[in-house]
Structure formats: C-alpha cells, structure tokens
C-alpha cells in the first residue's frame, strides 16, 4: 500500500503544482477566495495548462519512438520514401528513411514484393531481367512484373546484355539465358580486376580474362575472338580500347585495326578520337579516322621576363620605384609563347611564334623566359632561343 501511495504522488506531484500556478496567478491579480468568477476562470485556466502538458508528453513519447524505436518495432510499413528508383512504370526500387537497406514496390497493387535487398542494378539495354543481391547472394527480378525470374544463388552476376549474363558460382564465370540454362562454360575462372566494368557483350563480343590474368575478347560460344594477351580492353563509343604494355591502340565494333597498340593515350568522346603519339604531340581524329586537327593545343599562354632596359626612375620622391631592396623589378614579354599539351601523363610544353608556328615539340616538363628570345627548358636545364636552337 505504502509503494502504492508512492507511486501515485510521483504520477501526482507535476499536476498538483500545475494547479498552484492558475492560483498564483490570481494573487498577483488581487484575487479573492470565494470570488466565483475567478474561481471558474482558475479552473479552466488550470485545465488548460494541464491539457498542453498531457500534448507535450505526448508528442515527446511520439517523437523518441519515431527516432530511435520505429525501426526496431515497426520496420517495414512506414511510407517515409528517402529515395525511389523506377525500375519500370510499376515497380520501384526504394529506399525507406527506417530501413538500411531497399525494398521492391508494386506501384500497382500497392503493395511490397521484396524486403531487405541490398541493391538493385539496371542495364540501359531495356533487357526485361535486372540483377539483384540479398543476403550477399544475386539472382534476377522482371522489372516488369517485380517476380523473382531466377533466385539469388549466384555469388556475383552481372546486367543481361544481348539475351545473356555473366554469374559466378564456386570462382567459375560462366553465362546464362533467360531461364537460367548455362549457354556459355568454358571454365572461366573469376579475375577480380580493379578497373573492369563487368563481363558485358556489345556486338557480339566480350572481355574475358585467362589463368594469368591478361584479357582478350570471346563471342557468343565462348571461343577466343581476340587472344588474352593484354592489360585492359574497355568498350568505348562504340570502339575496343586496348592497352599493352603501357601503349594503346583502338578496334572497331567489328574487331578491324583503327589505331595499332603504340600510342601513350587514346581518349574517345562521343565526336572524335583524340591520339596522343610518343613525342607527346597529338592529333585529332572523326569516328571514321579521318584527321580533323593535325597539331592538337590545349593551352596557350605569354612569358615575362625580368628586365632593366625599361627601368627608367626619376630623382623625384613622388615617382621614385625604390624601395629598401633596391629598385622594383621590371618585366617584359618574351618573343616566343609556350603552348601545352595535357594527357594522363602530364602537361608538356612547346615554343610557338608570334605567327603561331610551331617552334619546338611538346617536350618539356616546363619552358620560362630568362631573356627576350631565351628561354629556360626543364626537366634537363637547357636553354634555346626563339628558333628552338640550343645555347647552352
């Protein structure tokens, strides 16, 4: 009985003294006990106040579950949406604010197809299967219809591309269809390669690796149509990039040489082809391999040098340059101007004339003027003139 009292006057105690507050209130106002009026306005003021306070413990319960509990004892039924992917105009990837991880949506019937999928990868090849993982396992859902096409069994698998898809299972790649029937297995083994985008096939053709890690090119029966002896192949534009040995060189679709395998860097955008050779020059080209521009510049820039031939100073205090260190400095500009040339390698530089002909090749690290027509060259220290003769 005695607990029982406790408890009720620890519940009790806060409204008790909520009541002394509407009562101090009317003392302030020369309130008079008996007073009718001021009795009912004390009881409706004190209800009142007690009203709010019930509101604010209430919205402060509300507001701990939601942050901190919601997820633990309601996790999947909040439409709290953080981030939505359409994988087609009725399902949907998303993201719930509650839940780590995504859940597939039937915007249709309104209701939730998949829990606790770890992500969701779609192809930009409308291919009806798109590959999923959950529980650290893929397998593949129609983006049409949010069903599970072929369960999550495999330990990776890559996009569908041209009707098939690359999966892996006990370290072996091999390729699969629609309904899951191995259509490609030529023990492949798995070559976890930092910069490889994925097993992938564009117009009949895609990267492979062999036991020793170098990567070629296979069709659609697995057979060898570019022989692994190279670095890296990426598909680009519509073009096989090819490196070997730290050199590139360029396919077609069709597998046809555009450029051979000895070129520092080849750069492909969605109009041209950039090449840059090995004396750091470069040229660009159209998608047909016809030259656009011969002698390819990406900076131009003035030297200055410091002079005393123009320094000219007054005995006046008012137009005197002079300061504690003797006079100020005093530049002009040099004949020549550098022009660079940047790749993944670095800007390398040149002299070009004021008639904007080309002096010297993109040779050197850096070019400063130290006279009129002189000039420094780096990284060997040498030192040309303006028609690009060596002086010292």
């Not at 007690?50 to 633990?72: D, G, P, R, S, T």
């Not at 990837?93 to 779609?122: A, E, G, H, P």
Request: aromatic fraction near 14%; include cysteine; glycine fraction near 6%.
């Amino acid at each position: 009985m005695k607990k029982r009292n406790f408890i009720n006057s620890v519940i009790y105690a806060p409204f008790r003294l909520i009541d002394k507050v509407p009562y101090c209130i009317a003392r302030l106002i020369n309130y008079k006990k008996g007073d009718s009026l001021w009795t009912i306005l004390w009881k409706i003021l004190s209800s009142l106040i007690k009203l709010l306070c019930i509101l604010f413990m209430i919205a402060v319960v509300y507001a701990f579950i939601q942050k901190i509990h919601y997820k633990y004892i309601y996790p999947y039924t909040s439409d709290i949406i953080y981030e939505e992917t359409f994988l087609s105009n009725r399902i949907s990837v998303q993201d719930t604010y509650y839940n780590s991880k995504f859940r597939i949506f039937d915007k249709l019937n309104n209701k939730v197809i998949m829990n606790d999928v770890d992500w969701v990868c779609t192809s930009d090849n409308n291919d009806s299967l798109t590959v999923f993982s959950k529980d650290d396992k893929r397998g593949y859902i129609n983006r049409y219809t949010g069903e599970v096409a072929l369960p999550a069994i495999y330990s990776r698998a890559w996009i569908f591309s041209e009707g098939i898809a690359a999966v892996e299972s006990d370290g072996r790649i091999f390729f699969i269809n629609h309904k899951g029937d191995v259509v490609i297995d030529k023990n492949f083994k798995t070559q976890h390669m930092r910069y490889h985008t994925g097993y992938i096939f564009h117009n009949g053709y895609c990267t492979m690796f062999n036991a020793d890690g170098k990567v070629g090119l296979i069709d659609k029966k697995g057979n060898w149509a570019l022989e692994p002896v190279y670095d890296k192949i990426s598909y680009d534009h519509k073009f096989w990039e090819i490196q070997k040995d730290s050199l590139y060189g360029l396919l077609s679709e069709k597998l046809d040489v555009v450029f051979p395998v000895e070129h520092k860097q080849i750069n492909i955008t969605e109009n041209a082809i950039e090449v840059f050779y090995s004396d750091n020059t470069a040229k660009r080209y159209d998608h047909d391999g016809n030259v656009v521009v011969d002698f390819v510049i990406h900076s131009v820039e003035n030297m200055s040098y410091e002079t005393t031939l123009l320094q000219s100073i007054t005995e006046t205090d008012d137009t005197a340059c002079i300061s504690h260190h003797g006079p100020a400095p005093i530049f002009g500009v040099a004949e020549c101007q550098k022009y660079g040339v940047t790749s993944n390698h670095g800007t390398f530089y040149g002299l070009l004339n004021r008639n904007g002909e080309c002096v010297t090749p993109p040779s050197y690290s850096y070019i400063h003027a130290i006279g009129e027509d002189l000039y420094l060259c780096q990284p060997h220290g040498i030192i040309i003139n303006g028609k690009g003769q060596r002086t010292i």
